[in-house]
């Protein structure tokens, strides 16, 4: 029985990290389009999106089967109840992916980026995607120190997206920014901001499966101590 086990947790495995290939794709796509003020890679995200969900329920109908048939213990267990949370993180993470391709149409048809705008998101893009990247690394690693860090990562992510958001608000108010294209502006640092989330929510999951700590919450994290 540990061999099925085993063999079941192998294929699992693979099949999230072919999960995060897909979602860093998406979300490089969606930002380089954002980015260069265009919107040609929508569809290309979409098509990710679909096979993202694809495997979403796969993994979903592989942890249920090797729970039933084979009933694993300890870490095994703790790596199989990790995993279903992190299909559905990454999976939101691919609608977060369609939803900047789709605010930034809508924000681009106004008119494009500003200098400022533009490098404000060039600082919180590439800040989003090394979360992702790094929770990915941490979960194929079973490396607890680097989810550590990925938890970490998420206070700049929220503070360059406070920075947007005040930034934005300040250049409607002045009508130098239409209204429109602003709160688009608003929503497409918002989705980078939960996919951060999301990274953060694969970071804490590996650690569970690593360790068997909780770390949901803040008050936990004052009490990580590495395996």
Do not use: W
């Amino acid at each position: 029985m540990d061999r099925h086990v085993q063999v079941g947790i192998h294929e699992l495995k693979n099949k999230i990290i072919e999960m995060g290939g897909l979602a860093e794709e998406a979300i490089a796509l969606a930002v380089e389009g954002f980015l260069a003020s265009s919107s040609q890679r929508a569809q290309d995200v979409k098509d990710i999106e679909n096979r993202i969900n694809r495997l979403h329920i796969l993994v979903d109908e592989l942890c249920v089967r090797l729970l039933a048939t084979q009933q694993p213990m300890g870490s095994d267990l703790r790596f199989i109840v990790a995993v279903i949370k992190i299909n559905a993180d990454l999976e939101r993470i691919g609608d977060q992916a369609v939803n900047v391709s789709g605010n930034a149409k809508r924000a681009l048809a106004g008119r494009p980026l500003d200098l400022d705008t533009r490098n404000d998101f060039a600082a919180m893009c590439p800040a989003t995607r090394d979360m992702v990247r790094s929770a990915l690394d941490a979960f194929v690693r079973n490396d607890q120190r680097v989810a550590e860090k990925v938890l970490k990562m998420d206070d700049v992510v929220d503070g360059l997206k406070n920075a947007i958001f005040a930034k934005t608000i300040e250049l409607m108010e002045q009508g130098t920014l239409g209204v429109k294209q602003g709160l688009d502006l608003i929503l497409i640092a918002r989705n980078l901001e939960k996919i951060g989330d999301h990274a953060s929510n694969i970071a804490e999951d590996v650690i569970y499966a690593t360790s068997g700590q909780d770390v949901r919450h803040p008050y936990s994290r004052t009490e990580l101590k590495s395996p």
